[in-house]
């Protein structure tokens, strides 16, 4: 995580980018770093039984619920957090943009809202943002040239095997993957790809 960066995390609905925020939350956060994770979709309700459900226990991540851009903003500001996750950008609405909440002006200019906190604050932000299988949301793809970091989750939400790709990287590399599979705590490291590749490969 780099301080002052503006990371989006797409991929397609349930396929795992929710889970992998938390996971990252857990790792992250620490009495000096703590983790503000926001949620316009889920509840606390709903996001504490994920948490709980992946193991996920650590007293500097902290939740906040809401949609309206303005609020969230006045929260972060009078609650610092080095490390901030939005689930999703396509659900958040920002009163002083008009267009319905997901359309190419709202997820633009609340982006463009979130770039600029992160780099007057130095603050590391992730934005979820989902796409379809085609890749036709207009949304995410439109936010690739705002953001320092994309990143893709991919894979069939049907099957375990997830592949987490860096499109974009300002820090670093774009040539390397992330190889996981999706178990029932969470995303686990794949230790030997080849060997779960192979298990999948129909044979000739």
Not at 31 to 37: H, K
Not at 42 to 62: D, M, T
Request: proline share 5%; with cysteine.
């Amino acid at each position: 995580m780099v301080r002052g960066s503006l990371t989006l995390l797409s991929g397609e609905p349930g396929i795992g980018k929710s889970t992998l925020t938390l996971q990252l939350a857990q790792w992250c956060a620490s009495p000096n770093t703590p983790v503000l994770y926001v949620s316009g979709e889920e509840g606390e309700e709903q996001i504490a039984g994920r948490a709980h459900r992946l193991g996920v226990s650590n007293p500097h991540i902290h939740f906040f619920h809401g949609e309206i851009l303005e609020d969230i903003i006045a929260t972060l500001q009078s609650a610092p957090h080095p490390i901030v996750i939005i689930d999703s950008v396509s659900v958040m609405y920002s009163e002083s943009q008009g267009g319905s909440s997901g359309g190419m002006a709202q997820i633009r200019s609340i982006a463009e809202t979130f770039m600029h906190f992160a780099k007057n604050t130095n603050t590391a932000v992730i934005l979820i943002g989902h796409v379809t299988k085609d890749g036709d949301l207009a949304g995410p793809k439109a936010l690739e040239h705002l953001v320092d970091t994309v990143l893709f989750l991919e894979g069939d939400r049907y099957q375990s095997y997830r592949i987490l790709r860096a499109m974009k990287n300002r820090f670093g590399p774009t040539d390397a993957i992330g190889l996981f599979e999706m178990g029932e705590f969470g995303l686990l490291d794949l230790k030997n790809p080849a060997e779960g590749i192979l298990k999948t490969t129909p044979q000739i």
